[in-house]
Nanobody
Framework: QVQLLESGGGLAQPGGSLVLSCASSIRLFVIRTVAWYRQAPGKQRELIARLSDDGDADYADYVQGRFIISRDRAKSTGWLQMNNLKPEDTAIYYC????????????????WGRGRQVTVSS
C-alpha cells in the first residue's frame, strides 16, 4: 500500500543547510496538508512546521526565518529546507501528511514517515 518516503538530512556544521523531502510512494496519492516534526533524545516530539492545504505555512518560533516548508502537488512531494542550522536542531525529523487517493479525488488518510536523522556539529 501507499507509503510516505523520507530522504535527505544527514550531517551539517553550525550555520550550514540541509534539505529533507517527503514523497508519496504512489504518484496518484496526492499530498495535501503536510507537516514536519522532530524529536531529540529525552525530548517529546514537537511540531516545527506545517503547510495547510490552501498554502498557509506556520513555523515554531525557534525555526522561524531559518526553515522553509514547501510542496509540489504534481510530484506528490513535500520538502523542508533548513538553513542556518544550530546544534540544538539535532534530532530525528518526521514527515506527516494527508494523502488523497484517486489523483486527489478519493478519500484522505494520514501517514507518517519513518524519520531522518539530522545532526549539527562542528
Amino acid at each position: 500500500q501507499v507509503q510516505l518516503l523520507e530522504s535527505g538530512g544527514g550531517l551539517a556544521q553550525p550555520g550550514g543547510s540541509l534539505v529533507l523531502s517527503c514523497a508519496s510512494s504512489i504518484r496518484l496519492f496526492v499530498i495535501r496538508t503536510v507537516a514536519w516534526y522532530r524529536q531529540a533524545p529525552g525530548k517529546q516530539r514537537e511540531l516545527i512546521a506545517r503547510l495547510s492545504d490552501d498554502g498557509d505555512a506556520d513555523y515554531a518560533d525557534y525555526v522561524q526565518g531559518r526553515f522553509i516548508i514547501s510542496r509540489d502537488r504534481a510530484k506528490s512531494t513535500g520538502w523542508l529546507q533548513m538553513n542556518n542550522l544550530k546544534p540544538e536542531d539535532t534530532a530525528i525529523y518526521y514527515c506527516n501528511a494527508d494523502l488523497v487517493s484517486g489523483g486527489g479525488l478519493g478519500s484522505a488518510a494520514n501517514y507518517w514517515g519513518r524519520g531522518r536523522q539530522v545532526t549539527v556539529s562542528s
